[in-house]
């Protein structure tokens, strides 16, 4: 698996000031395939930048779960070339009863069906919190997999998965194949951000302790995640390289990324 792609979300600064030239440079890195985030909003945008610097994006990120109109989603991925498009944040105070994972299978199955019928997958991304909070002694990310129809896919963030309690190998062994894309991120885990969590508004609205923690981000392979084990557990999966912040350059920082998991995603 050497042909990984990154999460546009990454470079964000950089695609404010100019989302061709982002691109370009995350091209001249290596990358073939990105994900880009809220794409149904600049999908002529991005559409140029890709095609002038031979990029493909396998998969995106778009609120879906709650869009008035998903189709319009739908479809701007489909002007893309993407086959997956993935759900990446619901919040917190939406994950804390079984009633509550209930609603929120039950739509990703309506749209999982929507998406289907268009040609494409639709999945969820998780955080730590769908770890951190139980039903019942479990994970409700356990119930809401078990809710979830065959047809929807997952992409896991294997960062904040840790974060949040799971063994993270192990949660993508039982997973399978189902799991169509990793965010590869490394770091310090730390306890004190275990339960530490974003405002209910916006995941980019965080207390310190966790600003602290998105940017202590490092390259793939210079934190506490033991992120050949994550590889090796689910072979199958697109390796999808991520920052929510980083300290230094992020364009160095996934360009470490990228070349730690040339010579080690074997």
Known sequence: MSNP?????SVRD????DLDRAVARVAEIGFRQVEPYAFHLRTADYKRAFQASGITAPSGHAPVIDSDAPGSIFDAAAELGMTTVIDPFIPTDRW???DDVHRL???VNELTAEATSRGLEFGYHNHQWEFTNKVGGRPVYDLFVELLGP?????VDTFWATVGGADTPAVLRSLGDRVRALHIKDG???DDIKNVLPSSESALIVPEALKAAFESQTPAGQGDLDVRAILQASPNALRVVEFDAYRGDVFDGIAQSYAWLAENDV
């Not at 792609?5 to 979300?9: D, F, K, P």
């Not at 047809?151 to 992409?155: A, K, M, P, Q, W």
């Open 151 to 155: 047809d929807t896919v997952l992409e």
């Open 96 to 98: 804390q009863s079984s």
């Open 5 to 9: 792609s990154v999460q546009l979300y």
């Open 14 to 17: 950089a695609i404010d000031e």
């Open 188 to 190: 310090k885990i730390d």
């Open 105 to 107: 299978a039950d739509r």
